[in-house]
């Protein structure tokens, strides 16, 4: 029923861009707030961005300025454009949706950021 769906992974070399996507159904997008995380072999998951039903957002202190959460209601998706790519960031990116009472997630992009 509920399907978050990214898109937009690859490989890139340092200092490269991509712009990751996340296609929403079987919610009420506009009143849930949205996040990317992303988990590395081996470590935790944690959050990368968040944006408010609201739109304000937060970011890891290790991605402020270089990357950028937004969210298209009339379209059902939410963005992560990312720039300035470290291999630190290599990682694979999950998309959820959350309210009160109920938290989603996508299946995840692979994200690879190496010469």
């Known amino acids: 029923q509920v399907q978050l769906v990214e898109s937009g992974g690859g490989l890139v070399q340092p200092g490269g861009s991509l712009r990751l996507s996340c296609a929403a159904s079987?919610?009420?997008?506009?009143?849930?707030?949205m996040g990317w995380y992303r988990q590395a072999p081996g470590k935790q998951r944690e959050l990368v961005a968040a944006?408010?039903?609201?739109?304000?957002?937060n970011y890891a202190d290790s991605v402020k300025g270089r990357f950028t959460i937004s969210r298209d209601n009339a379209k059902n998706t939410v963005y992560l454009q990312m720039i300035g790519l470290k291999p630190e960031d290599t990682a694979v990116y999950y998309c959820?949706?959350?309210?009160?009472?109920?938290?989603?997630w996508g299946q995840g992009t692979q994200v690879t950021v190496s010469s």
């Open positions: 959820n949706a959350r309210r009160v009472g109920a938290s989603e």
């Open positions: 944006i408010t039903s609201g739109g304000m957002t």
């Open positions: 079987g919610i009420i997008f506009s009143i849930y707030a």
